[in-house]
């Protein structure tokens, strides 16, 4: 089944650096989502980006959509200490049924 | 701002017990979803529910599992006789359409079977 995979599996970084993390999937798509998840939390949604569209911006928060390579990468500028979470992409499978598919998530650690 | 809610936050229950996890998605919302996540590991689909019945259900999700919305506000998930792997964070969620909206989650119920 196809699936979202996130890189890397773990980021640290310092306070106002800017954070990247890419998704990479295997069949065709809808949309393409990043999920925020604090420690022990539920999932938060940050973005939707469609499979038309190519770069989305949210505040800090930069999404790209590369279908042809199968990938999206979501940047995070000048990121601070409480953007230290668990990210995951999902996607949609473009089967007609119901069925959003978690990565395995990228755990970003921000220093202050 | 609506939210899906869940309950009971955490559960502790005897290996071979049957578990309800119960949820009330938000109001407008017209698909439901449990996903799980076992400790340290990835959100696994489990099923997906639309005018009430499952639309899409994953391997995981066999005939010890069960969803149903026995009213217009709730939405349950029945694990019966639970096994020790069963322990994970069951996540409900919602979304008002499908395809290009965004689901909402709730904060989770955690199991524990001992």
């Known amino acids: 089944s196809q699936q979202g995979e996130e890189d890397p599996q773990a980021l640290s970084i310092q306070e106002g650096e800017n954070a990247t993390m890419n998704c990479s999937y295997k069949t065709s798509i809808n949309n393409l989502q990043w999920y925020r998840q604090n420690s022990g939390r539920g999932l938060v949604h940050l973005i939707l980006i469609r499979s038309n569209e190519r770069e989305k911006h949210s505040g800090r928060l930069r999404v790209t959509l590369d279908t042809s390579k199968k990938s999206s990468s979501l940047l995070i500028t000048a990121s601070r200490a409480a953007d230290t979470a668990s990210y995951f992409c999902?996607?949609?499978?473009?089967?007609?049924?119901?069925?959003?598919?978690f990565g395995a998530g990228t755990r970003l650690f921000v220093k202050a | 701002e609506p939210e899906v809610t869940q309950t009971p936050s955490h559960q502790v229950t005897q290996m071979g017990q049957e578990v309800i996890l119960r949820c009330v998605p938000i109001?407008?919302?017209?698909?439901f979803y449990w996903y799980r996540q076992i400790l340290g590991q990835k959100v696994e689909f489990l099923v997906s529910?639309?005018?009430?019945?499952?639309?899409?259900k994953s391997e995981i999700f066999d005939d010890q599992f069960s969803v149903e919305r026995p009213d217009g506000s709730n939405f349950t998930l029945k694990i019966r006789s639970t096994k020790l792997e069963d322990s994970a964070m069951y996540f409900c969620a919602s979304s008002e359409f499908h395809s290009g909206n965004t689901i909402y989650f709730g904060e989770g119920s955690w199991l524990t079977v001992v």
């Open positions: 529910f639309y005018n009430n019945e499952i639309s899409e």
């Open positions: 999902a996607t949609d499978e473009n089967t007609g049924g119901f069925k959003t598919i």
């Open positions: 109001s407008n919302h017209l698909y």
